[in-house]
């Protein structure tokens, strides 16, 4: 995007990506007139089943199935003291997650770190490797030439086939968000009769042991209700086997008594 107000702009590969290993490295400026935290909204780089559809997410279509990993510039959340933006956070979803803007996507984050990424004079990379499951992405943002660790989540099953694409928006605020180079590598790697059974296809995306902080909320409810229906039934079965068997044991009783006598 131009460092010019409410704009958005998209790159994607026409050719779905069938490796199993890959990385991705992303060469990127983000420059614009603004002072510090009065410029957006940032970038996203995408691996997902649909491609070229605009959106609210940095751009691009929510609820998307597939990777985003976010460049988000631009602070939403208010009272946000304990992160300092620009924030390059990763998301993973399998269509049923909405991107929550005005908390940054916090809810549904993997993982991120904060990345000082803006006016900067000397070039600005990250790559997102995901190697047997294991998502990272690392960045080089200091001119130092070195890969520094932002994110890494093991159990990361994404489906091959998606595209990979990226995508930018400005709102009220702005910023020149250049994306300078894509190149993506296959990784060779050799796996285990093990590996390869753990790492078999999937065709939806899924992070295993995920347990989403704004996911809790909404299942808790559910939860105590369905705890207070068991309960309430167990203590029905209960109370009901109890008459049962007094019913029982008192036809049981009478019949005896005939018998004796
Ligand atoms: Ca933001």
């Avoid at 997902?48 to 691009?60: A, L, W, Y």
């Avoid at 959340?77 to 924030?87: A, D, G, L, N, T």
């Avoid at 932002?150 to 990979?164: A, S, T």
């Amino acid at each position: 995007t131009p460092d010019v107000q409410s704009k958005q702009g998209a790159v994607w590969n026409r050719v779905p990506c069938y490796l199993r290993d890959w990385e991705m490295q992303v060469h990127f400026k983000i420059h614009g007139q603004g002072k510090k935290n009065l410029n957006g909204d940032g970038f996203a780089i995408w691996y997902t089943k649909d491609r070229m559809q605009p959106g609210p997410v940095f751009g691009s279509k929510d609820n998307f199935l597939g990777l985003g990993v976010f460049v988000d510039t631009y602070p939403n959340e208010e009272k946000q003291q304990e992160r300092v933006f620009p924030y390059i956070s990763a998301m993973v979803n399998n269509g049923s997650l909405t991107y929550d803007h005005d908390r940054d996507g916090r809810p549904t984050e993997l993982g991120g770190c904060t990345a000082m990424v803006r006016n900067l004079n000397h070039d600005t990379f990250l790559v997102i490797r995901y190697v047997k499951r294991r998502l990272t992405v690392l960045i080089d943002i200091d001119g130092k030439h070195e890969w520094r660790d932002c994110i890494d989540v093991p159990g990361v099953r994404l489906p091959r086939g998606y595209y990979f694409g990226t995508s930018s928006v400005t709102g009220d605020l702005s910023d020149n968000h250049d994306i300078i180079s894509l190149k993506l590598y296959q990784l060779t790697v050799e796996r285990t009769p093990e590996e390869e059974k753990r790492d078999r296809e999937v065709f939806l995306p899924v992070v295993d042991n995920l347990k989403l902080p704004g996911m809790e909320a909404p299942l808790e409810p559910m939860s105590g209700l369905a705890l207070f229906l068991i309960v309430f039934f167990s203590l029905v079965a209960i109370v009901f086997a109890i008459v049962i068997g007094i019913i029982v044991y008192n036809k049981w009783q009478e019949q005896s008594r005939k018998h004796f006598y």
